[in-house]
Nanobody
Framework: QVRLVESGGDSVQAGGSLRLSCAAT????????LGWYRQAPAKEREGVAA????????VYAQSAKDRFTTSLVSAKNTLYLQMNNLQPEDTAMYYC????????????????????GGQGTQVTVSS
């Protein structure tokens, strides 16, 4: 059974950094995408970034392309999201998502993913 557990969220000042973690367990063998999406109050879900276990990484959120990077440690099935120069608009609950794949690319739309994290991790950025 796939289980995704997010951690690392916190309250920071604008310009600060955080590293989020998503620990994935129960994954079947084979290629997969692990990714992040975020949900802010009164806003639509937004795919943020994703990585595959075959070495490809993607940052989807336009506002994050120069500030966020994602990396997957395959040996631990743990996905990281390094967020630098955080801004108040990054304030949201961040969730992990997973989908098995046959190629080497992922998708930004959270609905494309077969599993999504449960409790999420809250990031709050104050100006």
């Amino acid at each position: 059974q796939v289980r995704l557990v997010e951690s690392g969220g916190d309250s920071v000042q604008a310009g600060g950094s955080l590293r989020l973690s998503c620990a994935a367990t129960g994954l079947p063998s084979g290629r997969f995408c692990l990714g992040w999406y975020r949900q802010a109050p009164a806003k639509e879900r937004e795919g943020v970034a994703a990585a595959t276990n075959v070495g490809t990484n993607f940052v989807y959120a336009q506002s994050a392309k120069d500030r966020f990077t994602t990396s997957l440690v395959s040996a631990k099935n743990t996905l990281y999201l390094q967020m630098n120069n955080l801004q108040p608009e990054d304030t949201a609950m961040y969730y992990c998502m997973y989908r098995p794949i046959s190629g080497n690319s992922c998708h930004s739309n959270p609905d494309w993913y077969s599993h999504k994290g449960g409790q999420g991790t809250q990031v709050t950025v104050s100006s």
